[in-house]
């Protein structure tokens, strides 16, 4: 598909720019650590919490970044409402 007006290459620019702009954000691991480390505190303080553990890409460390933060999270009070 070309536009009229601008330039094939220009327009493959183009394109290529708001595919990575439609990407989810990419965390370097160290900052994805952080966040992950505050977010399971918060989760472990939680009434009725027996357990809360990083899952997904951030607990292998397996890459440099991760664009998800995962956790799981084991309580002895169900979801009211659910």
Request: hydrophobic share 40%.
């Amino acid at each position: 598909m070309h536009s009229e007006g601008i330039g094939e290459g220009t327009e493959r620019r183009i394109l290529e720019r708001i595919r990575r702009l439609e990407a989810p954000p990419r965390l370097l691991l160290p900052a994805a650590d952080d966040a992950a480390e505050e977010l399971l505190a918060y989760l472990r303080e939680a009434r009725g919490t027996v357990a809360a553990e990083v899952a997904g890409g951030a607990r292998g460390g397996e890459t440099e970044t991760v664009d998800d933060l995962v956790s799981v999270l084991a309580s002895y009070q169900a979801r009211r409402g659910a």
